[in-house]
């Protein structure tokens, strides 16, 4: 039986997480949670599923949340909150896997802390390997431990990976379905509106991770992540637009031959796969091969998307400039579905940002956490002059 601990429980990939505990009780056990605000939705989860610790962001909330419990009978089950009680609950004694599932840096420090303590960790969060991925792959590599990708692209990848060794690897293909905005021409980029850029052909997803998708810094991202988990250089890593997102990413050796992994577009595979890794276990997530039609793929137009070519580059120096990266294109995006800059300010923000930030190693989760408030300061002053300067965001016509 392993004993699983949700970071981000109440979310899209907590949620899916615990549908597939549900799915395979004899093999899964709920151990601890871990939420934001969404208290009604955490007491639902506490009562089913009655770990030994439930977290919540804010003190107020755990309070109303252990006596709500007490008068549900369920008072024996800890309550803690904030960044602390996630750390509890990703390091608990009676915790062998940690999903990591809280959207932005919030999840940063407890998914460390899980590592160093020995957890089996599986990766939704983005950014622990975005601005933090040197300290925690080191870190894995010390403890023995897997880092189990399950963004979908990176599980695709992890999975291509067992038919060859590292040392045989040419690169990596990451696909990208290219966003709402392949097909339009860069002149009419100036006049993007919000409505147009959350507007994604095959996904739905919050709105964050929609517009990265639009200025493809999702797929910077993704390349970033693929250098730290699979610790190759970012020229080895490729990324190919392929709009039907069939084919989830690929690893081509170096003998010519091309594995490449599709499957259903439901995240509880990625998440069964990490959590049985290494064994495959039988599932009802079929994929109807027989309705494959046809799958197109093509080059990134890189002029038109400067966000993967600022990813590319922080992926090459590492360190200080991937939290800049990520801080700035945080700051940006939200600004830009605020319409208080355009859509091409946004890659302009984040390349000022990165040029600000002198280059560093990074030494500790703390110092990430410093830079990544300085980042963010400074793309915050960035938006407010452009603001002030900025003519108003145009609706196309
Ligand atoms: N969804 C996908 O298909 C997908 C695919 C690949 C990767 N990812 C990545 O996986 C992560 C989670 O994605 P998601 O779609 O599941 O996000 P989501 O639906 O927005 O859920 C985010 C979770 O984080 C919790 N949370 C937010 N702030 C918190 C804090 N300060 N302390 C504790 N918990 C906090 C939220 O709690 P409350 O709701 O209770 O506030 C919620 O449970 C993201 O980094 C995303 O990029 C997602």
């Known amino acids: 039986m392993k004993r699983i601990a949700i970071l981000g429980s109440t979310g899209s990939i907590g949620q899916s997480t615990l549908s597939v505990v549900e799915s395979y009780p004899d093999r899964f056990q709920v151990a601890t949670l871990a939420a934001g605000n969404n208290t009604d939705a955490v007491f639902e989860q506490t009562v089913r599923w009655k770990p030994r610790v439930v977290s919540v962001a804010q003190e107020a909330d755990a309070a109303a949340l252990r006596t709500k419990l007490r008068n549900a009978g369920l008072g024996e089950i800890e309550v803690v909150n904030g960044a602390a009680g996630t750390v509890r609950v990703a390091t608990h004694s009676e915790v062998d896997f940690v999903v990591s599932a809280i959207v932005g840096v919030s999840g940063l420090e407890a998914t460390y802390e899980a590592v160093k303590a020995g957890k089996s960790v599986g990766l939704a969060n983005k950014e622990c390997l975005v601005v933090a991925g040197e300290l925690m792959t080191a870190e894995a590599r010390r403890q023995g431990k897997p880092l189990l990708p399950i963004d979908s692209e990176h599980n695709a990848v992890h999975q291509c990976l067992r038919g060859g060794r590292m040392e045989e690897v040419e690169r990596i293909w990451l696909t990208a379905s290219g966003g709402p905005f392949l097909k339009t021409p860069k002149s009419e980029f100036a006049s993007i509106t919000v409505q147009q850029a959350l507007n994604h052909p095959t996904w739905k997803m919050g709105k964050r991770i929609t517009i990265d998708s639009a200025t493809l810094m999702n797929k910077g991202f993704e390349v970033i992540e693929a250098c730290r988990l699979f610790h190759l250089p970012p020229s080895h890593v490729q990324v190919i637009v392929h709009p039907q997102s069939t084919i989830h990413s690929m690893v081509e050796f170096v003998d010519g031959s091309i594995l490449a992994q599709f499957s259903v577009?439901?995240?509880?595979?990625?998440?069964?796969?990490?959590?049985?890794?290494?064994?495959?276990?039988?599932?009802d997530l079929r994929f109807p091969v027989m309705d494959l039609r046809h799958l197109d793929f093509c080059p990134p137009d890189m002029s038109k998307f400067p966000c993967l070519g600022l990813a590319y580059e922080a992926a090459q120096a590492?360190?200080?400039?991937?939290?800049?990266?990520n801080a700035a294109d945080e700051v940006a995006v939200a600004a830009f579905l605020a319409e208080q800059i355009g859509f091409e300010e946004i890659p302009r923000i984040i390349a000022d940002v990165m040029a600000a930030t002198p280059a560093g190693k990074l030494e500790s989760i703390k110092k990430v956490l410093q830079l990544d408030?300085?980042?963010?300061?400074?793309a915050g002053e960035m938006v407010n002059q452009r603001n002030r300067s900025a003519s108003p965001v145009r609706a196309i016509p």
């Open 373 to 378: 408030g300085e980042a963010r300061r400074l």
């Open 265 to 283: 577009t439901d995240m509880r595979l990625p998440i069964l796969y990490a959590l049985t890794y290494p064994e495959r276990v039988p599932s």
């Open 318 to 325: 590492g360190g200080a400039k991937t939290i800049a990266l």
